[in-house]
């Protein structure tokens, strides 16, 4: 099992099972959600990860066709807990595990 948050605490979860490799991606949306030249990015089995606190602090848009992007929107970090795009995987930024 393991266990991450975003930046302030507020939105805690879990993942059961494997963790994703890790990938880089360069494209432009993932560079401005960033704010470097790359983002840090793994998936995981959407069955395999859960909120275990602050769901209702969670925010989505979507960023492309098919393509939303999740965040805190509490007013203090706006941590992005991560993209989904596929409904069976959800991504992580892998800093908040």
């Not at 890790?22 to 983002?39: D, L, P």
């Not at 509490?74 to 959800?90: F, Q, V, W």
Request: glycine letters at 14%.
């Amino acid at each position: 099992m393991h266990r991450g948050q975003c930046l302030c605490g507020d939105i805690v979860y879990e993942i059961d099972g494997e963790l994703g490799g890790i990938e880089f991606c360069h494209c432009s949306q993932c560079r401005r959600a960033s704010g470097t030249a790359f983002a840090s990015n793994m998936s995981v089995a959407a069955a395999n990860f859960r909120i275990v606190r602050g769901e209702e602090a969670l925010k989505a848009y979507e960023s492309s066709p098919g393509k939303q992007r999740v965040f805190c929107a509490n007013g203090r970090c706006a941590d992005p807990p991560g993209p989904r795009r596929d409904p069976g995987r959800t991504g992580r930024r892998p800093t908040g595990i």
